[in-house]
């Protein structure tokens, strides 16, 4: 079966410019989430979905960030305008949330991961 | 400090040891889970416990969680070189109102070097 897919793996690109990354989850899972990972702040949870629905976006750090998913099988990350403190490697994940409960106790499945550097 | 920290940040074994690696956190969970990360991959899932539990194995791996204590340890015994990664814990803890999400707080790792 095929993993979560995310493209680019990697980005160059100078600060000011857009960038878009983009992931595809695991075929029949319900929940996506997006994280950033510096080595100095570790993995850090920037938003996540469940059923193509923000439920959470407290991660992120600026308005210049943006996320969305127009459907289960798409999502993306957007900066505009890039900084040169966005250069991380930029992760999605995905899970199966079972609904109506308490406890989901279900793994995430990473990419992995688009290495951005702003230059 | 931050929910979900690993103890050590780095440890560098020989090939046959076991590797010990604790986790500790601050908050009331329903699992924690643990994760490999190779070098420029995306984390890999190994293993879940849930808060009711307090030890389980998958193949060489074993995981202990203390909820008195909020720590967790995992234990590779036996280990190859391919263990070599970072290895991170990270905790659910649910939503208020009962929903979880599966959201999870990851803390910052430890590197595990095991020389061949």
């Known amino acids: 079966d095929a993993g979560v897919i995310q493209s680019p793996r990697h980005e160059v690109t100078e600060m000011g410019q857009e960038v878009t990354l983009r992931c595809k989850p695991i075929?029949?899972?319900?929940?996506l989430f997006w994280y950033r990972q510096t080595m100095m702040r570790g993995l850090e949870l920037l938003i996540y979905f469940n059923n193509n629905v923000p439920i959470d976006d407290s991660g992120m750090p600026e308005d210049r960030f943006s996320a969305k998913m127009p459907n289960a099988s798409f999502s993306t990350l957007k900066i505009q305008p890039s900084e040169p403190r966005d250069s991380a490697v930029y992760f999605c994940?995905?899970?199966?949330?079972?609904?109506?409960?308490?406890?989901?106790?279900?793994?995430?499945?990473f990419g992995d991961g688009t290495r951005l550097s702003i230059l | 400090s931050q929910q979900g920290e690993e103890d050590p940040q780095a440890l560098s074994i020989q090939e046959g040891e076991n590797a010990t690696m604790n986790c500790s956190y601050k908050t009331s969970i329903n699992n924690l889970q643990w994760y490999r990360q190779n070098s420029g991959r995306g984390l890999v899932h190994l293993i879940l416990?849930?808060?009711?539990?307090r030890e389980k194995h998958s193949g060489r791996l074993r995981v202990t969680l203390d909820t008195s204590k909020k720590s967790s340890s995992l234990l590779i015994t036996a280990s190859r070189a391919a263990d070599t990664a970072s290895y991170f814990c990270a905790t659910d803890s649910g939503n208020a109102g009962g929903t979880s999400y599966g959201k999870l707080t990851f803390g910052q790792g430890t590197i595990l070097t095991v020389h061949p």
């Open positions: 994940a995905s899970s199966f949330l079972w609904t109506g409960g308490a406890g989901n106790n279900q793994p995430q499945h």
């Open positions: 075929s029949g899972h319900n929940s």
């Open positions: 416990i849930r808060s009711n539990e």
